[in-house]
C-alpha cells in the first residue's frame, strides 16, 4: 500500500485512520494529506485522519492540492519534509501521484538531481511526466 520514493518519503493512495499504526510500525512520524475533504463521496475527513494520527503519536499536515499545484503546495510540502526530522514522511491523494509530485518538485528545490527524482518516482510506479518542466 505504502510505496517508498526515497529513504525518508512514502506516498499512498488514500488512507483510513486504521492504517496510522502500521504507518508507524514503518517508521512514519508526519502524516500528508494532499486531498481536499469531499473530493470523493466517503472519503475519510480531513480532521477525521488528524485525529487518528496525533491519536498514533504521529504529527499531521493537510495541503491539499487541487486543480494543479501551485508555489504554496511546494512550499509547504518542502516544509513539511524538513519538519520530518529524524522520521519518515507517508504523503498520500487518491492514488500517489499527486504526493509523488509535490514531493518531486519540493525536493528539485533542494537541489535533488532531475535523474534521481525520476528514477525514485518511477521505481514507485509513477511518472514526473506532468511536473518535468519544474524540475
Known amino acids: ?10 506516498v ?22 494532499n486531498r481536499p475533504d469531499n473530493e470523493d ?25 487541487a486543480r494543479g499545484m501551485g508555489p504554496t503546495d511546494v512550499e509547504q510540502m518542502r516544509e513539511a519534509i524538513h519538519s520530518a526530522g ?6 498520500f491523494c487518491r492514488s500517489g501521484n499527486r504526493s509523488t509530485l509535490a514531493w518531486a518538485v519540493a525536493r528539485s528545490e533542494d537541489g535533488v538531481a532531475r535523474d534521481e527524482l525520476e528514477r525514485c518516482a518511477e521505481g514507485a ?10 524540475l
Open 41 to 65: 463521496p466517503g472519503q475519510p475527513l480531513s480532521a477525521d485522519l488528524e485525529e487518528a494520527a496525533r491519536a498514533a503519536g504521529l504529527e499531521y499536515r493537510h495541503v491539499p492540492i
Open 86 to 91: 529524524e522520521g519518515k514522511l507517508l504523503a
Open 1 to 10: 500500500m505504502f510505496r517508498q520514493l526515497d529513504e525518508k518519503t512514502m
Open 125 to 134: 510506479g509513477f511518472s514526473l511526466a506532468p511536473v518535468s518542466h519544474l
Open 12 to 33: 499512498s493512495g488514500q488512507i483510513a485512520p486504521a492504517d496510522m499504526a502500521e504507518a508507524q510500525r514503518l517508521g512514519v512520524t508526519l502524516i500528508v494529506n
